[in-house]
């Protein structure tokens, strides 16, 4: 019988998961100003594990990208 070593390397397919809180810290709001935002669809829609609320790290890039973009136009 041989024995396969499982790699300990993140997989690629591996999608990193921010909470509420990270939300907040990362645009300076309150969890309030999160609900706001979900409720005028000016962010993605989390996903819920347990009851509480994740976003997918790779939406928030394309979140920022498109929020900066008028921005730079000025």
Not at 16 to 43: F, H, M, N, Q
Request: charge should be positive.
């Amino acid at each position: 019988m041989s024995r396969h070593k499982q790699s300990t390397a993140p997989s690629q397919n591996m999608v990193r998961k921010l909470p509420t809180r990270a939300l907040c810290e990362r645009y300076g709001v309150t969890s309030r100003t999160i609900d706001r935002w979900l409720e005028a669809g000016i962010l993605p829609q989390p996903m819920r594990i347990n009851k509480v609320r994740y976003w997918d790290a790779g939406d928030l890039e394309t979140f920022d990208r498109a929020r900066m973009a008028p921005q730079k136009a000025d």
